[in-house]
Nanobody, 114 residues
Framework: QGQVVESGGGLVQPGGSLRLSCAAS????????MAWYRQAPGKQRELVAD???????NYADSVKGRFTISRDNAKNALTLQMNSLEPEDTAVYYC????????WGQGTQVTVSS
């Protein structure tokens, strides 16, 4: 079963930007819907955005217009560009398929605070 490794998180001020990356190992994921999820302290993991093999995207209402998901099928990679970050975006961010068929990675912590 494939594994994923997320990176790119950090501490950023409100209004700032971050770019998250996900590298997947194992078999090609090019035919699957890939997705970013996040889990804030004390809350359930939620879907942030997903992207089909053909590039069609969907976003949670809370991030529409601020986040952009993209993928590189040749590299088995997924990216999340996050702009205009808000304190409510603070969470651990994970990548996986949709549905989440892969073993969850460690995630990458995003903290938005002044």
């Amino acid at each position: 079963q494939g594994q994923v490794v997320e990176s790119g998180g950090g501490l950023v001020q409100p209004g700032g930007s971050l770019r998250l990356s996900c590298a997947a190992s194992g078999r090609s994921l090019s035919t699957y819907v890939m997705a970013w999820y996040r889990q804030a302290p004390g809350k359930q993991r939620e879907l942030v955005a997903d992207i089909s093999s053909g590039g069609s995207t969907n976003y949670a209402d809370s991030v529409k217009g601020r986040f952009t998901i993209s993928r590189d099928n040749a590299k088995n990679a997924l990216t999340l560009q996050m702009n205009s970050l808000e304190p409510e975006d603070t969470a651990v961010y994970y990548c996986n398929l949709r549905p989440a068929l892969l073993i969850w990675g460690q995630g990458t912590q995003v903290t938005v605070s002044s």
